[in-house]
């Protein structure tokens, strides 16, 4: 059974203030998915990284896939209120499987 | 932007009832799923759909539970009868093309609620 590990749980921050979050398996993924889901919603896909070592840019998050594809981060520089929500990170198994495993997730809360 | 649609956002049945959750996946995508995520725990697998059949299951998707694409457009989760356990958000995924690293888009999502 793949299972994706989220850290921390749970993240209260001040506006302006940078954080990591992390998301860790020992299982290998051949994708890894991270998404962004507020209360009663479902999950808005955020970037995709496919390639051990990828880092992707979108404006103020950075996200990167581990060497070995078992774990991924995502760092936010100068967080905004407006990056409050749960952030999930999901992995698409290897060998053929078309399912996403998904993490319990971190759910920030930025103060301004 | 296109997007995954689903109805209803909320249906509440009693127990023993059969429920239709109702889906339009994005109009050129060709991989369909049906996910499920019950109060305060993961976003969990349910089914995958490809080419007018399954492609996938877990073992929470028994045979209580089907899937169908009556026509071109909407794409279907059935619970036959439903139990106290089956209430949770089901989120509903379409994605682009069948390759490996292929992304999925998730609906809003419908509520359950079986009482």
């Known amino acids: 059974t793949q299972l994706l590990e989220q850290s921390p749980q749970f993240l209260s921050i001040q506006e302006g203030e940078n954080l990591t979050v992390y998301c860790n398996s020992s299982?290998?993924?051949?994708?890894l998915q991270w998404y962004r889901q507020e209360p009663g919603e479902g999950p808005v896909l955020l970037v995709t990284?496919?390639?051990?070592?990828e880092v992707k840019k979108l404006k103020r998050l950075t996200f990167q896939f581990g060497d070995a594809r078992k774990d991924s981060s995502l760092h936010i520089t100068a967080a905004q209120p407006g990056d409050t929500g749960l952030y999930l990170c999901?992995?698409?198994?290897?060998?053929?499987?078309?399912?996403?495993?998904f993490g319990k997730g971190t759910k920030l809360t930025v103060n301004p | 932007e296109p997007e995954v649609t689903q109805t209803p956002s909320h249906q509440v049945t009693q127990m023993g009832q059969e429920v239709i959750l109702r889906c339009v996946p994005i109009?050129?995508?060709?991989?369909f799923y049906w996910y499920r995520q019950i109060l305060g725990q993961k976003v969990e697998f349910l089914v995958s759909?490809?080419?007018?059949?399954?492609?996938?299951k877990s073992e929470i998707f028994d045979d209580q539970f089907s899937v169908e694409r009556p026509d071109g457009s909407n794409f279907t989760l059935k619970i036959r009868s439903t139990k106290l356990e089956d209430s949770a958000m089901y989120f509903c995924?379409?994605?682009?093309?069948?390759?490996?690293?292929?992304?999925?888009?998730f609906g809003q999502g419908t509520r359950l609620t079986v009482v």
């Open positions: 999901a992995g698409m198994t290897q060998g053929g499987s078309e399912k996403l495993v």
């Open positions: 990284v496919v390639t051990g070592g």
């Open positions: 759909f490809y080419n007018n059949e399954i492609s996938e």
């Open positions: 299982s290998v993924f051949s994708s």
């Open positions: 995924a379409s994605s682009p093309r069948r390759r490996r690293h292929t992304e999925a888009f």
């Open positions: 109009s050129n995508h060709l991989y």
